[in-house]
T-cell receptor, first 117, second 118 residues
């Protein structure tokens, strides 16, 4: 049973380019979360998605960042016109459908480390 | 507002020593969940434990144990007889269960980097 798969593990972009980060949730999981981890800091929530729906994007920067979780295929976090400040580790987590209103455990991928030159 | 504080930025111990990682949280909610995750040098995040606010019973799993005290809003993590493989960054996190079903409000502490020397 494969865990949460993120690719690429490392991504290098020049300023102004686009970065696309992919996340395939664990089998049976329909909820995906994206977090950003700046160097020497904890994780900061960005966005929470279910299939074809953005549920909570309160942590997402208003510009240049977008996320999707299509009916088929992985979830994509897209950063347009990257700047040096976007350099960070981006983690994806997934959880199964929530039952009874209780929070399920989020299982994390290994992360994508984005470096902007 | 929710907040998680891990006051210890870095801890260094020698193998076989016991070590406790502190976690203090703030929340106005009566129902909430607390988590610990481990981030080894390879970078992935490994789930260790989830505890809900109504269960103050301490938990032990092998060399790991957790002490949840609502009176002091703490959820401390102790590793007994530490090993080199325990070297990692450990994150404490808080999530409430109230309000919108659709909210994701998991808050992470800044993490504690544990180094276990042989």
């Amino acid at each position: 049973n494969a865990g949460v798969m993120q690719n690429p593990r490392h991504l290098v972009r020049r300023r102004g380019q686009e970065a696309r980060l992919r996340c395939s949730p664990m089998k049976g999981h329909s909820h995906v979360y994206w977090y950003r981890q700046l160097p020497e800091e904890g994780l900061k929530f960005m966005v929470y998605l279910q299939k074809e729906n953005i549920i909570d994007e309160s942590g997402m920067p208003k510009e240049r960042f977008s996320a999707e979780f299509p009916k088929e295929g992985p979830s994509i976090l897209r950063i347009q016109q990257v700047v040096r400040g976007d350099s960070a580790a981006y983690f994806c987590a997934s959880s199964p459908p929530r039952a009874g209103g209780t929070k399920n455990i989020q299982y994390f991928g290994a992360g994508t480390r984005l470096s902007v030159l | 507002a929710q907040k998680v504080t891990q006051a210890q930025t870095e801890i260094s111990v020698v193998e076989k020593e016991d070590v406790t990682l502190d976690c203090v949280y703030e929340t106005r909610d009566t129902t909430y969940y607390l988590f610990w995750y481990k981030q080894p040098p390879s970078g992935e995040l490994v789930f260790l434990i989830r505890r809900n606010s109504f269960d103050e019973q301490n938990e032990i799993s092998g060399r790991y144990s957790w002490n949840f005290q609502k009176s002091t809003s703490s959820f401390n993590f102790t590793i007994t007889a530490s090993q080199v493989v325990d070297s990692a960054v450990y994150f404490c996190a808080l999530s409430d269960d109230i309000g919108s079903y659709n909210n994701n409000d998991m808050r992470f502490g800044a993490g504690t980097r544990l180094t276990v020397k042989p």
